[in-house]
C-alpha cells in the first residue's frame, strides 16, 4: 500500500546533535503553550492552541531518530465529527548526515492522509514550522511561534443579508480587498495571490470553502516592506465563520496567529478593520466594496519570483 504520510526535509550546516537538541526545545519551534518534558525518552507532553489539543509519547529518542506517539487529540477546528483524525498517528524525525557535510532532517507524520479532513491544513502547517521555524530555530537559535492564539486578531459584524449573499462576498476577494489578486478566490484548494506595490505581497491557499457557514485561508507565502521580519503572517490562517442569528446573519473574522508581539500587528489590525468593517460590509450590504484600485499588472520578476502564471 502506497505510503500518503505528510513528509517534508530540510537540509542545514549545523550538527546532528544540534539539529537533534533544536527538535527537542518543542517550545522554541511549535508552541510555549506545551505542557510536560519534551527531551526525554517515554515522557508524554500535551500541546494546547485554540483548536488542537493533542498528548505526545516520545517512543523513540536517539541523535539519529526520534519519534512521538500521538496518544489522544482533539481538534475542533473541523468540527466534533473530525477531531480525533490524529489518534494513532506518529510523528517522525529523521536526522542524518549528508555526502556535503550538512545535516538533514527528514520530518513525516505518519498516518496524516490526504484522506483526513484536516488534512491540507495540518501539512501547510507542519510544513511551516519545520522548514520555517524550526529549521530557523537551528540556524539562528530562534524560532517562529505563532501559537498564541488568544492574541490572534478578531472582528464581527451583523447584516440584514443572507449566510448565501455573505459567503459569496468574501469570495469576491476582488470586490472588497483588492482588484490586484491573481488566481482563483472561490475554489477549494486553490491558490491566489495578492499584492500591494511592493509594500505587501502574499500567497493564500484556500482550505476550507463551506457554503454559506465557513471560509479558511491558509498564508503559504508572504513578504513585507515595512518590518524587520518580512515573513510575519506567513503559516497563519485567515478564517471567515457566517453563523445565521434570527432573521440576520453574523461574520466573525480571525486572523489566527497575527499576534500582539509581531512588529506589523497595529498597521495589520488597522488595514484588516477597515477592509472587513468598511469594505466587505458595504459590499455585503450595497454591492459595492471599496478595494485597493487595480496597478497595472505584474512584472516579470514578480510573475518568476512567486511562481505565477505568465500571461
Same mark, same amino acid.
Given at each position: 500500500m502506497k505510503?500518503?504520510?505528510? @513528509? %517534508?526535509? $530540510?537540509?542545514?550546516d549545523q550538527s546532528q546533535q544540534e539539529?537533534?537538541?533544536?527538535i527537542n526545545n518543542v517550545r522554541g519551534w511549535w508552541s510555549n503553550n506545551i505542557e510536560g518534558r519534551t527531551d526525554q525518552a517515554n515522557s508524554e507532553f500535551i500541546y494546547r492552541d485554540k483548536y488542537l489539543t493533542a498528548k505526545? !509519547? $516520545?517512543?523513540?529518542?536517539?541523535p539519529e531518530k526520534i519519534v512521538w506517539d500521538v496518544v489522544e487529540t482533539h481538534n475542533t477546528f473541523f468540527g466534533e465529527k473530525?477531531?480525533?483524525?490524529?489518534? *494513532? %498517528?506518529? $510523528?517522525?524525525?529523521?536526522?542524518? !548526515? %549528508?555526502? *556535503?557535510?550538512k545535516t538533514e532532517l527528514r520530518f513525516t507524520h505518519q498516518g496524516l492522509v490526504p484522506q483526513f479532513e484536516c488534512f491540507t491544513v495540518c501539512s501547510n502547517s507542519w510544513d511551516y514550522f519545520i522548514t520555517t521555524s524550526l529549521k530557523s530555530l537551528i540556524e539562528t537559535g530562534k524560532g517562529k511561534d505563532i501559537s498564541k492564539d488568544e492574541?490572534?486578531?478578531t472582528t464581527s459584524f451583523i447584516v440584514e443579508q443572507s449566510p448565501e449573499k455573505v459567503f459569496n462576498s468574501i469570495n469576491d476577494v476582488r470586490g472588497w480587498w483588492s482588484e490586484e489578486i491573481e488566481g482563483? @478566490?472561490?475554489?477549494?484548494?486553490a491558490d491566489f495571490f495578492y499584492h500591494y506595490k511592493d509594500v505587501h505581497l502574499c500567497k493564500m491557499q484556500i482550505v476550507e470553502l463551506i457554503p454559506n457557514k465557513k471560509v479558511v485561508w491558509f498564508v503559504k507565502d508572504n513578504e513585507?516592506?515595512?518590518?524587520?521580519?518580512? %515573513?510575519?503572517? !506567513?503559516g497563519t490562517k485567515i478564517v471567515f465563520e457566517i453563523e445565521k442569528i434570527g432573521d440576520k446573519t453574523q461574520l466573525a473574522f480571525t486572523h489566527h496567529g497575527l499576534v500582539k508581539e509581531y512588529e506589523c500587528y497595529n498597521v495589520c489590525e488597522d488595514a484588516w478593520t477597515n477592509y472587513i468593517q468598511g469594505s466587505l460590509k458595504n459590499l455585503i450590504i450595497t454591492g459595492k466594496g471599496n478595494p485597493n484600485a487595480k496597478e497595472g499588472g505584474l512584472n516579470a520578476e514578480l510573475i518568476k519570483k512567486w511562481g505565477l502564471p505568465e500571461k
Open positions: 505510503n500518503q504520510s505528510f @513528509t %517534508t526535509t $530540510i537540509q542545514v539539529v537533534f537538541n533544536a505526545m !509519547k $516520545i517512543t523513540q529518542f536517539s473530525y477531531e480525533k483524525e490524529w489518534d *494513532g %498517528t506518529k $510523528i517522525i524525525f529523521d536526522i542524518n !548526515k %549528508t555526502a *556535503g557535510n492574541d490572534s486578531f482563483k @478566490t472561490d475554489v477549494l484548494h513585507f516592506n515595512f518590518v524587520k521580519d518580512k %515573513t510575519e503572517w !506567513k
